[in-house]
Each structure stands twice: as structure tokens, then as C-alpha cells.
């Protein structure tokens, strides 16, 4: 079974949350945007589902995945059908359904990340929106990430010290990884005074970074560099 | 069964998602924290849940539905929760995600619009970022509105024009209707002069607005007026 992944291909943007799992488990899957137009694939494939005309439950927007005959959209969905499959996320229903409230915290949380460099609408550059990001910046930073990852850390306390759900890698755990590690990319600065608030989190970040699929992952080529298209984007004047 | 729904007495908010689901079905429900406190209920039994100890797996934010010994937080993880069991979604499992899709993409609109009067920090007031809101609100209306209301429209147009999911009211249906109804109320001029773009959309909210029990909870007192503390703010201002 080869799953097909549906995303933007010059960005990690929320895809990487699909990736990051697809690659923990060792999937086999198909990132078909950054595969050749020549063989039908392409960003014209993925446009063919956001716009075709017979597409009958239409995507509001990628990440896309197709799992045989089902079409699915939105990385929390995406990553809730796949967690029974790809073995992360706890056996039993109660197990599931947490990992999936945890993702979709982390949904809400990374929209207001990306908000750091597009307060005022996704449709505007960066520059045409500067003076805004600064002043939500430093509100971001003054309540909201301490919120988030302080959050994440008495989850962690309150389980096993280790894993967000289970006494084993979820995908909660792949997307922290990529919170953490994203905005330590966009804010060096400012992760470095404050990380130490939450060491469990830190714990887990580089736990996820070590574990042997995602780190060969990490060193592949498969993974896109962090770049200032996607969700997490250095603006030296936003890290104070 | 009673489910147990905790959320802030005071607004409609996000938790009127749930509300208006547990309503549409005639579900056995208390809304914990409208009850008195001197039955161990109110808004300290709410921050018990946000704030204990000793809960094991704790919720970020209300919305919380306690279902027995299941304790869920977040909208859209509620309402996938509930779906099958108040024969608000669709029978086969493709619907059910499908409907799941949907609200997660509802999820994204409600953030947008919540930022129409909080654009820079939800800790602030509206006072104090309204110059923001307003520059927000112009780019919310120019594109995000028809976008997100284009494309319930031509989902509807996609399955049988009446219903978002399979061919009975879903929980989709029943937050259309409330993103909807909202949207009028805060933006009154705006959406008298848009909503016709989506006619489709609009017969489907005046349909959920008279299904019997909606109608009945709409004229109660359980549903609580819009308001200047809740999700849809109607700022005049804002309005052009």
C-alpha cells in the first residue's frame, strides 16, 4: 500500500507533519508534488485535486492524502487515519482520540506561528505587514509560547516523563519535534533563554531527532531545508 | 447517558458548536459550568478541569465534553466524538471523516474570524489593536470570507445541495448554520450585500434554523445571545 502524499513541494509547511510520520514509521509513500509533471505527478496533480471539477469531496487546501479510494485533507485528519496504521499512536480508543486533542492543540498553535510573519492576512508579503508581526510578536512571546510548550511539558509529567500519549513514539511526538525544532530555526535567540523552562520537551525534541528513521530522514535530501516560503521563517528583526 | 459539557457560561463561543449538536440530536446533556456552584458545578468545576493536579490527561481549553470516563477537549474532536453516537454524521466511516474534514476546516475559518477583533493578541483588548482590526478585516473581506464560503457552497453543490455530508442534517450542517448566523450578526451590512453569492449555503442555515429542536433551543434560554465577549463581536466599525 503506497500512500500519496498531496503538499507544496519547496516548503516544509504543515506537510512535515505528515512527512515526519510517514518517515518515523517507515512508510512507503509517494511526496507526488515533488515528483516529475512528465509522469502525471508535479504540483499540476495536486492542483487537479484543489480545483477539479469532479473531485466530489473537495479539499479546502493541502496537505492532501490519498489512501487508496480515500481522499483525505487537513494534517490532523491526515495524521489521526494514519497513527492505527503506521503503529503511533496507543492501541485503545481512548489513547487515539488523545493524540489526535493533542494534534489538534498543536494545529492551533501553529497557526500562530505562522501569524509571527502574517498577522494581518496570508495574502500579503511579510514586508507589507512588518510593524504588525512586531507587536504580535512580543505578545506571542510573552504569553503564548510559554502557554503551548508549558502545556506540553506537564502533559509530559502527568505520562510517563517521555512520550506525550503511550509509553511509545506518537505522532504528537514527531509534530513536537517539529515545533520545537522549527521555532528554534525562526528564533534562536529567544528559544535559547526560554527552553530551559521546559526540559522535557527538550528531552523529547531530541529524543524524536535521534530515533533512526526520523534521523536518516533528517540527512536525506527528502527533507527540505527550513526557508522563509514556509511556516517557520527567520526574520532576524522578529528574534530579539 | 448524560454527557457533560463545560465551557464558559457567558458566550456562545466555540462551545456552541457542541451545544448546538447535543441540541439538533435531543441529547441528554448539562452544561456544567451555567449550573450553581453550590451543586459542585459552575465555573470552578471548569477549572478544576483546566487547572487539577490530578487529571491525568488535561485539556489545553474548553470546550470539554466528559462522555462517562472519557474526558475530550477541542471542538472538532468533540463533535467527531459525538457524530455517530447523536446520528449526526454519516453511517459509513468515509463520511464520518469527511465530516471531520469539514470542521477542521470550519476550525481554521473560526480562528479568522476571531482575529476580525483580536488580530494581534486574544490577551488584549479590542481597544487597544483596532487600528490592526481594521486593516485585518479589510484582507478578511476581500478574500477569506468568499473563499471559505465559496467552498461550502460548492460543496454543497457536489453532494445533494442540502446537506454537507451524506443526505441528512450532520454536525457540518449545524455549524454552517452557526458560522453563518454569526457572521450576520457581528457584519451585518457586509453579509447582506455577499451572501447571495452563496445561496445554497444560505438555504441550508435558514433549514437548520428551522429544524424543530434547533428551533426550540434558538427560542430558549439555553441559548445565550451573541455578545461583545464571544466569537462574533459586532463592532460597527468594523462593519463598512
Redesign the interface.
Known amino acids: 500500500m503506497t500512500y500519496e502524499l498531496y503538499y507544496w513541494p519547496g516548503i516544509q509547511g504543515r506537510g512535515e507533519f505528515v512527512r515526519l510520520a510517514l518517515e518515523a514509521a517507515g512508510a512507503d509513500y509517494v511526496d507526488i508534488a515533488r515528483e516529475p509533471e512528465a509522469q502525471g505527478k508535479g504540483v499540476p496533480a495536486l492542483m487537479a485535486l484543489l480545483n477539479g471539477a469532479t ?7 493541502p496537505p492532501i492524502l490519498k489512501d487508496g ?2 481522499l ?3 494534517t ?2 491526515i495524521l ?2 494514519l497513527g492505527p496504521k503506521l503503529g503511533l499512536v496507543p492501541a485503545d480508543e ?1 489513547g487515539r ?2 493524540t ?2 493533542l494534534q ?2 498543536f ?2 498553535f501553529i ?1 500562530e506561528i505562522h ?1 509571527t510573519h502574517h ?3 496570508s ?2 508579503y511579510y514586508e507589507d505587514q512588518k510593524a ?1 508581526a512586531a ?2 510578536g512580543a ?2 512571546w510573552k ?2 509560547v510559554a502557554k ?1 510548550l508549558g ?1 506540553c511539558e ?2 509530559l509529567e ?2 510517563d516523563g517521555k512520550h506525550l500519549a503511550g509509553d511509545a513514539l506518537s505522532y504528537a511526538d514527531t509534530s513536537l519535534f517539529q515545533i520545537v525544532t522549527g521555532l528554534r530555526y525562526a528564533f534562536p535567540k529567544r528559544m535559547a533563554r526560554m527552553e530551559k523552562d521546559w526540559p522535557k520537551v527538550v528531552a523529547l525534541r531530541d529524543a524524536v531527532e535521534r530515533q533512526p528513521r526520523v534521523a536518516a530522514y533528517l540527512a536525506s535530501k527528502r527533507r527540505i531545508p527550513f526557508n522563509e516560503h514556509g511556516l517557520f521563517r527567520k526574520y532576524p528583526e522578529l528574534d530579539a
Open positions: 473531485v466530489t469531496r473537495p479539499p479546502f487546501a479510494a480515500l483525505l485533507a487537513h490532523a485528519l489521526h487515519h481512548a482520540l488523545w489526535h486533542q489538534l492543540t494545529t492551533d497557526k501569524d498577522p494581518i492576512a495574502g500579503l504588525e507587536r504580535y505578545e506571542f504569553t503564548r503551548y502545556y506537564r502533559v502527568r505520562n
